[in-house]
């Protein structure tokens, strides 16, 4: 029997494959709590599909040491003035790390420390970003194509969306003409 | 005073670029006991660089929870008929584990266990690799280019070189009529 195995996945013209990639999406009914501006809302359909997340599971959640690794496409729009955006947590565990790595489009990666300070970072092709722990993460595509990124993760990290679902980010990202603004709320 | 900033670190055109990039090559003369044939070894140029690895370490080594980015770039050759490689480790918490994303170039994760079992996984552009904890990981490159790859690991694994510089994996990769070939030792 060779010794020599094909890689466990691969992400090649755009595409990851390989055995046991987990796919999800979030559609704007799912989305209800993270917009600010209820009544755009509710004119949209809330079947729209906001993102999309592809995962790597190699081992068991909440195992110490290991790594998870991700693909996040968020589609273009906006709600009102703010920009299509993923959910945002904090690491269960707090302390846990991230990195991310764009691959296409152009957005923001907003960032709040447990103090609620909110900044944010440009994401472009080739921007690499480093989350340190405590502290809450977003992404929002702030461009008229998909924004997709890579995320490297803990594989005992977890998520803690509530905190984030309840009190959202100190500031929110909004479209001033024609132009993101972070702006408190 | 805007609470919009730039990324990081950027991997642009090939070149990774930004503030307290670690920069570090290894050359014939560090890698003395990692090739086997001692005597094509002794006929070479010391001098000559076998790879390079550009890392980011954005919070301290040994704290739990962050993690570390780098890229290796592995130099086409041969010492007698085995491939240029990594120095190769486990490491020191024997349980972190590692992603390795290949971007240009084709070679060979050498990956070894506890038992001293030893396998290996393709790598060329788009292949993703995870490599478990408690696994010994080397990478050689079987190409005539530079073979390069980004990694993230773990701020808190720590490098146990000493154990592969001591006992080596049980396995060596050889270019057999052209071909890459994992064989006992």
Known sequence: MSSILEPGITFINKELKGKNIDRIDRR?????DIFFDKTALEK?????V??????YFPVEHDIEGGLFYGITYIHPGTVGNEYFMTKGHFHKIRNRGEFYCTLQG???LILMDENRNTWAEKM???SIHYIKGNTAHRTANTGNTILSFSAFWPSDAGHDYATISEQ???KILVQRQGKPELISR
Chains 1, 2 share one sequence.
Do not use: I
């Open 44 to 48: 949209m359909d809330p079947e729209t």
């Open 28 to 32: 704007l009914k799912n989305l209800k």
């Open 124 to 126: 472009y092709p080739g």
């Open 106 to 108: 152009e957005g923001m």
């Open 50 to 55: 906001v993102y999309e997340v592809e995962s």
């Open 168 to 170: 959202g980010f100190s």
